[in-house]
Every structure is written in structure tokens, then in C-alpha cells.
């Protein structure tokens, strides 16, 4: 626990190509009281930093006591909610909300422990398969004239939310542990299994019905008592469904 | 009259330095539906304006559509509001709002005529002459701890909020022509002619005072009414004034 959530706040850059993007992400997040930066799966273009040491101006402590991860999976491991920004729709994508009305959420998340806010590529975002591993997934609102947002941009506006936003906090009442991010990771997985295993579904609906499996548990389990839970029902399931001889492995 | 108050809204930078952050302002800008660009006494360094263009990135006709004036004065003289954008309070910065706080009423403003949302040198910001000539004051609220925003990002969180809030946007009742800063500055020429001369304040505490009246005035008058109400107040009590025989020129 922490008195003031943004120290909880880890702003998270996916596979992102340039240092000056980091460096005025970097600034942004300062400006806004935010000040833990990590990278996954960084691809940065210019070895020496050059633009990225620039541009984060005095934040460069910031800069400098960035986290690198060589995976996305990595980076949000310790997480109890991650928040996927983007700038599309889709079927990935629907439940999709404003900064400025997830923000006092995303504070309540981050009383109880890390919560990531993700950003991805500066040329594709982030991918179907990151996207599904969201707790929450916002889109900045801009002008349909013009909707390309730049990184450090998008990394300001979200910043400010919660910053304003974390004026008016309150801390919240739930006191349980929050579940981390590789706990949850672990429930999609044996709920896949289990789903799979039982003829739920077969394999060629499978990631259409995750989706739909991630989006209602993304909402509801949020201790590690919630995720605990649901695992000991994928586990009891498949001991049932093998005791009567069903099981494709039973 | 337009139906949308972005189109009237003109983001006026003053003495900037580098065409690098004229660019991505651009780009905030057209991001947040706003298209409109002047540029008050440019001093930008890099003559070729290859950051500039760079860093505009689709949004190049915001750039090459700007408007470029010699004086601050000329750039604010047809705009019904200047909203100044400031980091220091002190003296002449006593009436600041959160741009969350002024959205709406900037909005109203815009709906009856030009709108000037001033942004000052990345080094020293807004002149005390300058903000004393803005109608509206707005501080964008940062962490303490890095109070120093960069240029276009001070622009993009003021343009947001603009955008955020013409989403609920309702046209405002009055019609009124909307009084041009050109005839505000007359009227504040013209009360300070008047009242030095029938002695209500002398030289010495006279920019002092004037600030009192601009305060008051830059609440209270909004409409060429309005202001050709408190012209002839002046002139009609120096009339009086003269006719008296007390005149400094009577």
C-alpha cells in the first residue's frame, strides 16, 4: 500500500523505435507526478539515446531509472491490473472507455498494488494477442480528422487524467490482495484448458470465446481470493470430468 | 457564428524558438480539432523549419496554413477573448483557472467570434504586458515536483480539454456582437486617459490600479455593446471633466 496511487502507476512502452518519444514520454510523466517507466520488448533505433536524453530535459531521472523487460508477458508480471490503450476499434476492442472515466479505477487499482498502463508501437500500437492480456483498455478521444496521437502525447493526456483525477482520491474499501498479473495469466490458461478439455468449445472458436471469458473476468476478479477461486473450478472440473473416464487425458 | 467553437479558436505562439515544437503543436492541435494557427513575433532559429515539418507529420496544412503577425497586439487585435496559458502566479496572474474549469466559457466566447489561446516562449513564457492584455488566465495543474511542461504539450492538454468539452457543447443565449480585443484595448486606453486625469489615481500607481479595472473588466465585458457603453462613460466624464474647467487639457 502506498498513500498516493501514482507512485503505483508503471508506464509501459511496447516495442517502442524512438528515443525521443521516451525521453518526452518521460518529461510527460514527470510533469504529471508519474516517475516509473518500463520498457518491453524495446526497439530503439538509436543505440546512443541521443534524442531520448534531449528530449526527457530534467526528467532524465526518470529516463535513467527506466526498467527494461525482454517480453511484454515480463514487464506486467507483478501487475494487478493493466491498462492497454488504442487508438482502434475491432473485436478486440470494445470495451473501450475514456481516460477521464476510468481514471478514479485505475487509482483504486493502484492503492492495492502495480498497475501498468500500456502503450505500443509508435507505428502499429499494440498487438491482438497484448490487447488480451488488458484488465482495462482505454482510447484517447480525439478529433476523427485526425486521430494519429503521438507516444509521448498519448503518454500526457492519460498521465494528466490520472494526476487530476488523483487530487480528488479516495482511498478505496476492498483490503483483500489484489491478483497479479501472472496469477491472472495462469486462471486464462487453465480456464482454456478446462473449457477445451470439457467441449465447451473446440479450438477453432477457442479465441473467440476467451475473448468473451477475458472481458467478464477482467471486470470481476480482481483479489488473488477471486482468482484463487476460479482456478480451483477449472481444476475441480477436469479432476470430475477425468474420474468418469472423459477426459481426453483422463 | 459557425455551429463548431474549435473553428474559432486560434492557437497563438508567441516569440517561439524552435520549429520542432511549432510542429508537434500542429499535430496536437489537429488531434484535438483544431485547426487555426498564428505565430505572434516568431523567433524561430531554424530558418529551414526542417523539425518543424518533421514533427508536424500529417498535419502539415495546420502549419503552412498559419498566420504569421509582427506584434502580439495585431495577432489578439479581432479575437473576443485571449486566453493566456501560464506556469507562475505573482501579481498579474491572480485570476488563474484549471483549463477544466474555463473550458466551457472559452467555448461560449467562441461561438460569437476568434478566440486567441496564447502559449509564450519556451523560455520565459508570457511578458507581464502580455498577460496583462488577456481576458482569461489558465494554469495547467502540474506535478510540483516538475513544473516545467514542454511547449506542445502545454498545447495539447488545453486543446483536449477545448475538445472534451465541445462535446457538450450547448450554444450560449446571447447574441450580442462579441466585442474584438482591438476595441477592449481602446476602452482600457481610454479609462486610463480618464481616470488620470480627474486625479482618481496618479502615474506612479497607475499600472497597478489598471490591473484592478482589467480584472473587472475582462470579466464583465463581453459584448461591442458592452464596451461602447464604458467608452462613452469614459468620454462623457471627461467632458464633464474638462467643461468644469479642471482638465489637465480643459
Redesign the interface.
Known amino acids: 500500500m502506498t498513500d498516493n496511487p501514482l507512485d503505483n502507476i508503471r508506464i509501459v512502452l511496447v516495442g517502442t523505435l524512438y528515443s525521443g518519444n521516451v525521453g ?1 514520454a518521460c ?2 510523466m ?4 508519474i516517475r516509473h517507466l518500463r520498457l518491453a520488448a524495446p526497439n530503439i533505433q538509436d543505440k546512443n539515446w541521443i534524442e531520448g536524453q534531449k528530449m526527457a ?3 532524465d531521472d526518470v529516463l535513467n531509472n527506466r526498467e527494461e523487460f525482454a517480453t511484454f508477458e515480463e514487464a506486467i508480471a507483478d501487475c494487478v491490473a493493466v491498462v492497454g490503450t488504442t487508438a482502434r476499434g475491432g473485436l478486440y476492442r470494445q470495451h473501450v472507455r475514456a481516460p ?1 472515466d476510468c481514471a478514479a479505477e485505475i487509482l483504486e487499482r493502484a492503492a492495492t498494488g502495480p498497475v501498468a498502463v500500456v502503450f505500443g508501437r509508435e507505428d502499429k500500437g499494440l498487438l491482438n494477442e497484448e490487447i488480451a492480456q488488458c484488465t482495462h483498455l482505454i482510447r ?4 476523427e ?6 507516444l ?2 498519448a503518454v ?2 492519460t498521465s ?1 487524467e490520472l ?2 483525477a488523483s ?1 480528488h482520491y479516495q482511498p478505496p474499501h476492498e483490503k483483500a490482495p489484489a491478483a497479479p498479473q501472472a496469477q491472472k495469466a495462469q486462471l486464462m490458461k487453465m480456464w482454456r484448458e478446462m473449457l477445451e478439455e470439457i467441449g465447451y468449445m473446440d479450438e477453432t472458436k477457442a479465441d473467440h470465446m476467451m475473448q468473451g471469458i477475458h472481458r467478464v473476468f477482467s471486470r470481476g476478479v480482481v483479489t488473488k481470493d477471486d482468482a484463487a477461486l476460479l482456478l480451483g473450478v477449472a481444476r475441480q472440473t477436469m479432476w470430475a470430468w477425468r474420474e468418469k473416464g472423459l477426459g481426453k487425458r483422463g
Do not use: E, K, W
Open positions: 518526452s518529461r510527460a514527470a510533469n504529471m507526478g530535459v530534467h526528467a477521464r484517447i478521444p480525439v478529433d480528422g485526425y486521430t494519429s496521437i503521438n509521448a502525447q500526457l493526456v494528466y494526476f487530476t487530487g
